[in-house]
């Protein structure tokens, strides 16, 4: 298996171009999300989804979007990009029990610099 | 308002020397806590979960406790490859999935 992968592992935008992070994973989890990991502070949850077709916000959802069409990806997409976008962008999965605390399972992340 | 506080920031320990990572929380009610350990670079990767106030839990080198106000990782006889940031998080009782997370302790172990 190789868990959760994500693409590009670096990317550089000039502020106001769009672009998608690509995130797949093959554990058949229902529920995957995206988060913001910026110096000096915890994660902050982007959007999050618990099943194809099923997408809500999260902490931070300003200037993103998502969609799930399939159970294995879900991409994230940057409208416009801002230089307060910059930061590490890190996909995560696990399996959809509602309420019980169960781990979540992190891709690599992207590393996005906005100039 | 729910919050989650890691200390501290960071922590330079000789090889061998033990010592604790505290990761305390202010909810409204705890479903659970996680340990994670991330690597420069990397995602984090999963370590522990704990339920409830009095609960352990081992794996290696490490030790996990919670207690109702707060978690500690207990490092015994670290060795430099323990050296990674440590990040706890917390499943408010009131959530079905969204954790509330600390910002994470440095640890380097030098040898």
């Known amino acids: 298996n190789a868990g959760v992968t994500q693409t590009p592992k670096f990317q550089v935008l000039k502020t106001g171009q769009s672009m998608t992070l690509q995130c797949a994973q093959d554990?058949?989890?229902?529920?995957m999300s995206w988060y913001r990991q910026d110096p000096g502070m915890g994660l902050r949850l982007i959007h999050y989804s618990v099943g194809a077709g099923i997408t809500d916000q999260g902490e931070v959802p300003n200037g993103y979007n998502v969609s799930r069409s399939t159970t294995e990806d879900f991409p994230l997409r940057l409208l416009s990009a801002a230089p307060s976008q910059t930061s590490v962008y890190f996909c995560?999965?696990?399996?959809?029990?509602?309420?019980?605390?169960?781990?979540?399972?992190f891709g690599p992340g992207t590393r996005l610099t906005v100039t | 308002e729910d919050q989650v506080t890691q200390s501290p920031e960071a922590l330079r320990l000789q090889e061998g020397e033990s010592s604790s990572l505290n990761c305390s929380y202010t909810?409204?009610?705890?479903?659970?806590l996680f340990w994670y350990r991330q690597d420069p670079g990397k995602g984090p990767e999963f370590l522990f979960t704990l339920y409830s106030a009095g609960e352990e839990k081992e794996k290696e080198r490490l030790k996990a406790t919670l207690t109702k106000k707060e978690s500690f990782l207990h490092i015994t006889a670290p060795k430099p490859e323990d050296s990674a940031t440590y990040l706890c998080a917390v499943q408010l009782m009131d959530s079905n999935y969204q954790l509330i997370w600390g910002a994470g302790t440095k640890l380097i172990i030098k040898p």
């Open positions: 554990m058949n989890h229902e529920y």
């Open positions: 909810v409204s009610g705890l479903r659970g």
């Open positions: 995560a999965s696990r399996i959809r029990t509602s309420g019980v605390p169960y781990e979540q399972y």
